[in-house]
């Protein structure tokens, strides 16, 4: 009887494992957020600065859309911008995963504030080349806190204003998926 219970115990966690493995990697959209980035093209992004809609175009400069992501291509020169067409007023929050590549250096903003993903600088300290990673960026009155893997990396005092997301290619590749913000 004993073995028998043992048996039908292993069957049972041989077919619930299979089923956690499916499940872990699927992204569920927290309540109250909404996606920026609908991980098929640029459709409500805009080059910096300019009113060029991106609707249905997956490149442009060193920004490439691929497997739900956007990836942003160190082998192509120079630095590009891309931004929301949407802009926020008031309290905002923008969370996004991201998996930095070597020499990773790689800008994002918000407010005017610019936070720089690079891997083991003072405020990217715990974030390692090649592993997801989660950012969040909230704006609440005149604070402005950067959070990496929920803790805090930085916060920021700046006046509350209109403002767009913009992410910025400097140097090196960093890949972006999940998009989302909560208004």
């Known amino acids: 009887m004993r073995i028998l219970s043992y048996s039908l115990f292993l069957l049972g966690l041989a077919l619930l494992v299979p089923m956690a493995r499916s499940s872990a990697g699927e992204f569920k959209l927290e309540a109250g957020f909404k996606l920026l980035f609908n991980g098929k093209n640029f459709d409500g992004w805009q080059p910096k600065g300019k009113k060029d809609a991106l609707a249905g175009k997956t490149e442009v400069g060193r920004f490439k859309v691929a497997d739900g992501t956007v990836h942003m291509n160190s082998a192509v020169k ?52 090649t592993d997801w990673n989660t950012l969040e960026i909230i704006a609440k009155g005149d604070t402005v806190e950067h959070k990496i893997n929920g803790e805090l990396a930085r916060k920021s005092t700046k006046k509350a204003e209109t403002t767009r997301f913009i992410m910025r ?3 090196g590749e960093i890949t972006v998926k999940n ?5």
Do not use: M, Q, W
């Open 179 to 183: 998009i989302r913000v909560k208004e």
């Open 78 to 129: 120079g630095e590009s911008y891309l931004e929301t067409a949407h802009e926020f007023s008031g309290d905002v929050h923008i969370k996004f995963d991201f998996k930095p590549g070597p020499k990773c250096n790689n800008d994002f903003f918000l407010r005017g504030i610019k936070f720089d993903v690079v891997p083991g600088n003072k405020e990217c300290k715990n974030v390692k080349a």
């Open 169 to 171: 290619a400097e140097t």
